[in-house]
């Protein structure tokens, strides 16, 4: 168990549909990173936040977007979803921003959409 | 744009040694490298992670050279149980591709 969750685990939906992916990082964990793996396919990176704040930014497409609250934790949100954006969605946190910090992942949240 | 370049798939037996490398040409003075593994399903899970020379763990070895524009995992006496993918980010730049698959035969 890394101490990172994320809810749901499960996610099924239509095309066109809006979804929230929630995630809390480890305790004292201040950097929540989120990542999309389609089938087969490696982790693609898309936002990063540290402490409320947006840090970094991957591959996200407009039709996303997300937030760190003030209790650290996030959400993930995907609207207009479309059938290739099903995949597994994980979350991961690390204490900073140092290179040297290790991610630690969340159990994943995998979508699908119909 | 900085990358990480490795096998897309390795073959071992129980008890053998395996060595996995990886490139990373654009490496810049801050970055450390780490790998990951990962089962399907699951978040990929912290293994090892150095700066130069050679780092060793509990469960791995890491081998990275003086320029360090490469690193080179190793596995001793894998087992059915260390078939899992194989990433090998740098840390900087949260780039993890599509990974290394080690598939381990009895």
């Known amino acids: 168990d890394s101490g990172v969750t994320q809810t749901p685990k499960h996610l099924i939906t239509a095309t066109g549909q809006r979804v929230t992916l929630r995630c809390s990082p480890r305790s004292g964990d201040l950097s929540v990173y989120w990542y999309q793996q389609s089938l087969d396919q490696g982790l693609q990176f898309l936002i990063q936040?540290?402490?409320?704040?947006?840090?970094a930014k991957g591959n996200i497409l407009e039709r996303f977007s997300a937030q760190q609250f003030p209790d650290l934790h996030s959400e993930l949100n995907l609207s207009s979803l479309e059938l290739g954006d099903s995949a597994l969605y994980f979350c991961?946190?690390?204490?900073?921003?140092?290179?040297?910090?290790?991610?630690?992942f969340g159990p994943g949240t995998r979508l699908t959409v119909l | 744009l900085a990358k990480t370049t490795q096998p897309i798939s390795m073959d071992s037996y129980e008890g053998q040694e395996v060595n996995i490398t990886c490139s990373h040409n654009n490496i810049a003075t801050n970055d450390y490298i780490t790998w990951y593994q990962q089962f399907p399903s699951q978040g990929p899970r912290f293994i090892i992670q150095?700066?130069?020379t050679k780092v060793t763990n509990e469960v791995a070895s890491l081998f990275i050279p003086a320029d360090r524009k490469s690193s080179t995992l190793s596995l001793p006496r894998v087992s059915l149980s260390d078939t899992a993918v194989y990433y090998c980010p740098i840390t900087d730049k949260l780039i993890f591709g599509t990974g290394t698959r080690l598939q381990v035969f009895p």
């Open positions: 150095g700066y130069k």
């Open positions: 936040y540290y402490n409320g704040e947006e840090r």
């Open positions: 991961a946190s690390s204490r900073g921003l140092a290179a040297d910090n290790e991610q630690f």
